[in-house]
């Protein structure tokens, strides 16, 4: 069993800040590429940002120099910083962990809500 805990979403102006974590437990051999994906209402989800074991870096355009992902190993935590948020990034935020020998692991989703 592997768990996923999701905290940092919530209500913010255009233009300001939130920082999201994703802390993964339990039965973990080892974490290989850890992401962030988004779904608005209407919408297919899609991915925000990514980060891989060797540190790699991957980001949705809409979101690149905004946002920043970022992860701690020891923690088996991953980040995502984000920036200078618009109304369209309002959305369910998913954390994304792919490990080693277990698969792929969907955590519950926080919703973050930009105003204008």
């Known amino acids: 069993q592997v768990q996923l805990v999701e905290s940092g979403g919530g209500l913010v102006q255009a233009g300001g800040s939130l920082r999201l974590s994703c802390a993964a437990s339990g039965n973990i051999f080892s974490i290989n590429t850890m992401g962030w994906y988004r779904q608005a209402p209407g919408k297919q989800r899609e991915l925000v940002a990514a980060i891989t074991s060797g540190g790699s870096r991957n980001y949705a355009d809409s979101v690149k120099d905004r946002f920043t992902i970022s992860r701690d190993n020891a923690k088996n935590t991953v980040y995502l910083q984000m920036n200078t948020l618009k109304p369209e990034d309002t959305a369910v935020y998913y954390c994304?962990?792919?490990?080693?020998?277990?698969?792929?692991?969907w955590g519950q989703g926080t919703q973050v809500t930009v105003s204008s």
């Open positions: 994304n962990v792919q490990l080693t020998i277990v698969g792929t692991y």
